[in-house]
Structures are given as structure tokens and as C-alpha cells.
Nanobody, 121 residues
Framework: QVQLQESGPGLVKPSQTLSLTCTVSGYSITTDYYWAWTRQPPGKGLEWMGTINYLGDTYYNPSLKSRAVIWRDTSKNQFTLQLSSVTPDDTAVYYC??????????????WGQGTQVTVSS
């Protein structure tokens, strides 16, 4: 059974860096697929942030203006999102996911439950 679990802080101060980790069980992130980060601000739709594929290649949504970085720890079967210089506009529910496509904006069978992140002073 493939499962994904997000972890990280629920509250971050403006200008700080947010780090979230996705722990994957039941499937190796080095075998296949894209491993994605997506978020949903309150009252808005899903926003694809970026992906890292099974080879370690990364792809990002340019709307984030290079603030997002994704890397992986293959020994722990984890991949991590780092978002720098956060503002209250970064408040959202953050999801990690497995996808057959580079860009993923709709929920599928291999998504985490999501984690709420609030940016506030």
C-alpha cells in the first residue's frame, strides 16, 4: 500500500523559510513517477508548486519566482519542499503526491492528507 505523509511546522513567521517533508511508504521514490508538492490557499484552488522525478530531476512553477526548492533523501524515502521568504499569501494546506505527470493539479489516489501551514507574525 502506497502512502504519503507530510510533516513540518504549522506556523511560520513572515520572511522565514518553510520546510516540509513528505515520507513515502510502500513504494520507492527512485523506481518511477514524479513526486510533487501542491498547495491550496484558503478559498482558492490547487496550485502546483514543483516536482522531483525518480531520477532526481526537478521542475518548478515559475510563479513562485525561484523561492521553492525540492530535494530528496533516498535513504529515508523522503522528499522535501523548501519555500523561502514566506508571506501571509503562502498560508495554505500543503500536499505531497505521486503523479505520472510532471505537473499535477488534481487530486489522485496517491496524495497525502495535507498539512496546514499558516504564515503570521
Amino acid at each position: 500500500q502506497v502512502q504519503l505523509q507530510e510533516s513540518g511546522p504549522g506556523l511560520v513567521k513572515p520572511s522565514q523559510t518553510l520546510s516540509l517533508t513528505c515520507t513515502v511508504s510502500g513504494y520507492s521514490i527512485t523506481t518511477d513517477y514524479y513526486w510533487a508538492w501542491t498547495r491550496q490557499p484558503p478559498g482558492k484552488g490547487l496550485e502546483w508548486m514543483g516536482t522531483i522525478n525518480y531520477l532526481g530531476d526537478t521542475y518548478y512553477n515559475p510563479s513562485l519566482k525561484s523561492r521553492a526548492v525540492i530535494w530528496r533523501d533516498t535513504s529515508k524515502n523522503q522528499f522535501t519542499l523548501q519555500l523561502s521568504s514566506v508571506t501571509p499569501d503562502d498560508t495554505a494546506v500543503y500536499y505531497c503526491a505521486r503523479s505520472p505527470n510532471r505537473v499535477t493539479r488534481t487530486k489522485g489516489p496517491y496524495w497525502g492528507q495535507g498539512t496546514q501551514v499558516t504564515v503570521s507574525s
